[in-house]
């Protein structure tokens, strides 16, 4: 199993910054994928980015590319969001996953809130 924790989240204006963390521990050499998914209010969670570990090949969703970027550390075991030109409909509770298959995410956080104010 693995063990997934983010932090990063935060209350920032419209236009500004943040940058998510997600540390994996455990069995961190089954994972083939992570990916950030954010579920707001009364929405259906969506898939943000994903990243493939032995390329580093990502994945944006097109409501956020051009302002936020996947990487990831492979030292740290470690995956981050970076979102610039945040936007109040980027407000949600944004969750990190890990996959052995690509796609098939089994592992999760517990979530940190973004909430941006317009």
């Known amino acids: 199993q693995v063990q997934l924790v983010e932090s990063g989240g935060g209350s920032v204006q419209a236009g500004g910054s943040l940058r998510l963390s997600c540390a994996a521990a455990?069995?961190?050499?089954?994972?083939?994928?992570m990916a950030w998914f954010r579920q707001a209010p009364g929405k259906e969670r969506e898939a943000v980015a994903s990243?493939?570990?032995?390329?580093?090949?990502?994945y944006i969703t097109n409501s956020v590319k051009g302002r936020f970027t996947i990487s990831q550390d492979n030292a740290k075991n470690t995956v981050y969001l970076q979102m610039n030109s945040l936007k109040s409909e980027d407000t949600a509770m944004y969750y990190c996953?890990?996959?052995?298959?690509?796609?098939?995410?089994?592992?999760w956080g517990q979530g940190t809130q973004v909430t941006v104010s317009s």
């Open positions: 996953a890990a996959a052995r298959f690509c796609g098939n995410y089994n592992d």
């Open positions: 455990g069995y961190i050499d089954s994972i083939t994928c």
């Open positions: 990243i493939y570990s032995g390329s580093s090949s990502t």
